[in-house]
């Protein structure tokens, strides 16, 4: 069974900075992905970061150049370094890890609020 344990979300600031972290445990092999969703109130989850097929990384639109996906590597880690956050940054961060035989789990997701 794996587990993805969250950490690092809160309320901050519009242009204030967060990172967020996401611990992998388990019975882990063959990642394919791993990385951060986000579900702003009312919408659907969408991928704001993930590192795909190795070193490969993919990123939203919306937190290019503001945001970075960052991993540790050989203890299934990954973090999100938030930063120039703004106000339609505010959503539940859901942790992502897929397998190459498609497995797919989530992280119970961590609120991020951005509000002056």
């Known amino acids: 069974q794996v587990q993805l344990v969250e950490s690092g979300g809160g309320l901050v600031q519009p242009g204030g900075s967060l990172r967020l972290s996401c611990a992998a445990s388990?019975?882990?092999?063959?990642?394919?992905?791993m990385g951060w969703y986000g579900q702003a109130p009312g919408k659907q989850r969408e991928l704001v970061a993930t590192?795909?097929?190795?070193?490969?990384?993919n990123y939203a639109d919306s937190v290019k150049g503001r945001f970075t996906i960052s991993r540790e590597s050989g203890k299934n880690t990954v973090y999100l370094q938030m930063n120039s956050l703004k106000p339609e940054d505010t959503a539940v961060y859901y942790c992502?890890?897929?397998?190459?035989?498609?497995?797919?789990?989530w992280g119970q997701g961590i609120q991020v609020t951005v509000s002056s």
């Open positions: 992502n890890l897929e397998t190459w035989d498609l497995a797919r789990y």
């Open positions: 590192f795909t097929g190795g070193d490969s990384t």
């Open positions: 388990g019975s882990i092999s063959n990642i394919y992905a």
